[in-house]
């Protein structure tokens, strides 16, 4: 119990960032993500510009409402290509390709 109070307090004190997420606890019935759009508790919002995917939860027997964000594609995190290869974003801007490292139009086998 002490864990999870500890987790929520920090939390509630920080953004946290973990990887290729973050994460916020919010006070009322919405969450902010860092683009500036109000979403409800229960709500998702795919940001395709950012290659981010946001959720926005009620937290149980609280006020509070839980938010995080996560990259997606491109943006997921740490990606390790082959040897000769590299991570390139695709035609959509958040789409992965591997191409080979000397000439990216063509694909890393």
């Known amino acids: 119990m002490k864990i999870l109070f500890g987790f929520v307090f920090v939390a509630y004190c920080l953004h946290v960032t973990f990887g290729a997420c973050y994460f916020k606890l919010e006070d009322g019935d919405h969450c902010t993500p860092k683009n500036g759009v ?3 508790a229960g709500s998702e919002l795919l940001i395709p510009e950012k290659c981010e995917k946001c959720t926005c939860s009620r937290q149980s027997d609280s006020s509070s409402v839980y938010m995080s964000c996560c990259g997606y594609g491109i943006h997921t995190g740490a ?9 390139i974003a695709g035609d959509d801007g958040c789409s992965v390709k591997i191409v080979q490292a ?3 139009s063509k694909p890393c086998v």
């Not at 990606?79 to 991570?87: D, L, M, N, R, Y």
């Open 79 to 87: 990606i390790g290509p082959p040897p000769g290869c590299e991570v």
């Open 38 to 40: 109000t979403m409800l």
């Open 102 to 104: 000397l000439d990216h």
